[in-house]
């Protein structure tokens, strides 16, 4: 079913080109059309951004591709996981993270800045406005569930779709999260199904890839990519199945959340530990050097 979906989707991607809106900027085109490329060829890895600097950074380690974390986004701007951003806010810092590197930026939307498709259409255009080729939609209605009906979530997923057609970039990938297993919704033996009843929806909605985070188990995950009508995206950990492992059980895309931004913020931790406790300086040691972060900065 995969084959079938990516056919369709790269008939679609030329379609759309052909007869999208022209007030999304040529560079922006060329970034979507990178990202669906990166996306369809290869197995894609994100460590996700934060912030311009955590999204330099990272750009200057390899990555081809940068995906952000709206628990790091909210974490630097003050405030907890779980929409407690605005919509606004978001965009703006999807705004910086886009200018500060030449890759491709796909935004972690939450679950919309609200639950009606009109609020999530909104949101996608403020997000294609500021530069993104990509977002990941969830279906939680809040933190821990619960997950909006099937029919709900589709509706959702199309007005992203719509509203980005719209704004002139039909070609933007919509990465449509489910928190089933994240969150444990109904009866384990159940879960797989549920993801596999969504996915269906999902890719008819206008999905392009399905995100399930929660989900390391590789037996597992080696039957929902082998039914999923779309690419599946996992959510990496420590101590978990490698990038290796999750490619092998045909994982397509690969992210780390909020991990990235946890270290960074457990290396701080540890160095202001250190320095207030024995007025040491031991945990700076191995740090970047301020000339070569200084460096990777264009403005």
Known sequence: MRAAQKQNNTKAVMHMSVDSSPSIDAVTKGKARLFRTLSAESVLVLPNAWDAASATVIAAAGATAIATTSGGVSWSLGRGDGQRLSRDEMAQAARRIVDSVDLPVTV?????????????????????????????????????????????????????????????????????????????????????????????????AGADGIFVPGLLDLDVLNTLCAESPLPVNAMAVAGGPSVTELAQAGVRRISLGTALAQAAYSAARSAATELLGTGGLTALEGSLDFSEVNGLFRH
């Open 108 to 204: 972690d939307v939450e679950g919309g800045y609200g639950s009606a498709p009109a609020e999530v259409a909104a949101t996608v255009r403020a997000v294609v406005e500021a530069g993104a080729v990509g977002v990941n939609l969830e279906d939680s209605t809040a933190v821990g569930g619960p997950l909006f009906e099937v029919a709900e979530q589709s509706a959702r997923l199309r007005a992203a779709r719509d509203a980005a057609a719209a704004a002139g970039l039909p070609e933007l990938f919509i990465n449509a999260r489910t928190d089933v297993f994240l969150f444990g919704i109904g009866a384990s033996g159940g879960r797989l199904g549920e993801v596999l009843a969504r996915a269906t929806a999902y890719a008819e």
